[in-house]
């Protein structure tokens, strides 16, 4: 499992995450993504480009952590990439109606800084 965070100007931190998000990959990272994603920046978008399995446990962390950031007034924003099996996952569970999803880099840090 890793975790690395990136801050693209003061407003935006760009996190991903690569490996699988079950209960053990989910727990490991799961302080860091907590301080990551509500740090000094307002808006994160949360790259899963290279998570290879997306369990509830990691879809539990994903919505607990944008909910902390929102209630900061913050925005969390995902990015799938061309990753079919993340996507299908969060547009099954519903998770893409409540944080916006983004298959390009581009389109998503356009919609963070909106």
């Known amino acids: 499992m890793g975790i690395t965070f990136e801050d693209i100007g003061s407003q935006l931190r760009r996190i991903e995450i690569s490996g699988r998000l079950d209960i053990p990959g989910t727990e490991e990272i799961a302080i860091r993504f907590a301080a990551m994603a509500v740090a000094d920046q307002r808006k994160v978008i949360v790259d899963l480009t290279q998570v290879s399995f ?13 909910k902390a950031l929102q209630s900061r007034n913050g925005k969390m924003l ?9 996507a299908k996952t969060l547009t099954t569970t519903g998770v893409d109606t ?17």
Do not use: C, K, Q, Y
């Open 54 to 66: 997306l369990a509830s446990i990691g879809i539990r962390a994903i919505i607990t952590n944008a």
């Open 78 to 86: 995902l990015h799938v990439g061309d990753n079919a099996s993340v």
């Open 98 to 114: 409540l944080i916006p999803m983004f298959t390009d880099f581009s389109s998503a840090e356009r919609a963070a800084r909106d």
